[in-house]
């Protein structure tokens, strides 16, 4: 069962906030986020487990619930070098086997 | 050194063609995958495999199948191939519940 991402696409200045959604249908124990720029593969930003925590990777951190089965990524004081594709992999207990299942990608543009 | 490496990055075909993609990594890591991404920028699961389970996704056809010589390797051929298998295809390997490392990518045109 493929995640649900929010916003699909989202324009920045530099130096503003984003917020990225992922929701699952199903109950979950982890969740990749990467981010992927134009004609390059993904790259993993982090990781979060079960617990609620919540974790960072320069200004971008991310928050994890699993009893609301979803999680968020926070991008801080936004710069160029944001400009991508974020993807969300959550992983759960069931049918997926352990292996990320993505969602469609948020793509995120930052302009000077 | 490259940590994940495909080859060929760019793959150009005649329908009907069998080719391969052969995906290396240096990694150490236990479980390698392969990965179908569209033009619209979807990254489907197609493959895991890690030298004791080979897990395939319902959805892809079985003229895919991958080939494991050993952990360190995880080739991709492909039978009679058709206009709707061009894509960008990623390769990935990951220790246990850590993050996935990707490849560069192969991009596939089917003509």
């Known amino acids: 069962q493929q995640p649900v991402q929010s916003p699909q696409a989202v324009i920045l200045r530099e130096g503003e906030d984003a917020v990225i959604n992922c929701s699952s249908s199903k109950a979950l124990y982890s969740v990749h986020w990467y981010r992927q720029k134009h004609g390059e593969a993904p790259v993993f930003l982090m990781i979060l487990l079960k617990g609620g925590e919540q974790k960072g990777h320069d200004k971008i951190s991310a928050s994890f619930n699993e009893k609301k089965q979803q999680s968020s990524l926070y991008l801080t004081a936004s710069q160029l070098s944001y400009s991508g594709t974020y993807f969300c992999?959550?992983?759960?207990?069931?049918?997926?086997?352990?292996?990320?299942?993505f969602g469609k990608g948020t793509k995120l543009s930052v302009k000077p | 050194d490259t940590a994940v490496s495909q080859t060929p990055k760019y793959l150009v075909t005649q329908m009907g063609n069998d080719k391969s993609i052969k995906c290396e990594q240096n990694?150490?890591?236990?479980?390698m995958y392969w990965y179908k991404q569209d033009s619209k920028k979807f990254l489907k699961i197609m493959f895991s495999y890690n030298n004791k389970e080979l897990i395939i996704n319902e959805t892809v056809p079985n003229r895919f199948s991958p080939k494991s010589p050993d952990k360190a390797h995880l080739n991709l051929h492909i039978n009679s191939l058709e206009l709707g298998d061009s894509a960008v295809y990623f390769c990935?390997?990951?220790?246990?519940?850590?993050?996935?490392?990707f490849g560069s990518g192969t991009r596939l045109t089917v003509v």
């Open positions: 990935a390997s990951s220790q246990g519940d850590h993050g996935y490392t």
């Open positions: 990694l150490g890591h236990d479980t």
């Open positions: 992999g959550p992983r759960d207990y069931g049918g997926s086997q352990g292996n990320l299942i």
